[in-house]
């Protein structure tokens, strides 16, 4: 029974800061790729980073330079700092996840999705 909660979400005038945050738990052996999503409204939801276990990121175009994904292993939590915020950046923030359970066969992984919180700048 593994789940993602993420908090940090909030309202923020342009030009500030957010820091989201993701803490997984229940039975997990390890977890791999850990991601961040976001689905603005009438668009389609779009990965904004992602870090898999081995540090390596990866930032969507929009917001490199801006936002930066870390992770603290030990604790299974990934956080996402959102710095200079922009009105576009207004949606609903998707923690996910790719973790190998306790109980699984050993090498095998399974998604998980967390419940989003609503990220708002205003202009």
């Known amino acids: 029974q593994v789940q993602l909660v993420e908090s940090g979400g909030g309202l923020v005038q342009a030009g500030g800061s957010l820091r989201l945050s993701c803490a997984a738990s229940?039975?997990?052996?390890?977890?791999?790729?850990m991601s961040w999503y976001r689905r603005a409204p009438g668009k389609q939801r779009e990965l904004v980073a992602t870090?898999?276990?081995?540090?390596?990121?990866n930032y969507a175009d929009s917001v490199r330079g801006r936002f930066t994904i870390s992770r603290d292993n030990a604790k299974n939590t990934v956080y996402l700092q959102m710095n200079n915020l922009k009105p576009e950046d207004t949606a609903v923030y998707y923690c996910?996840?790719?973790?190998?359970?306790?109980?699984?066969?050993?090498?095998?992984?399974?998604?998980?999705w967390g419940q989003g919180t609503q990220v708002t700048v205003s202009s």
């Open positions: 870090m898999p276990s081995g540090g390596n990121t």
């Open positions: 229940g039975p997990i052996f390890r977890v791999n790729n």
């Open positions: 996910y996840a790719q973790i190998e359970t306790a109980y699984s066969t050993f090498g095998t992984q399974s998604t998980y």
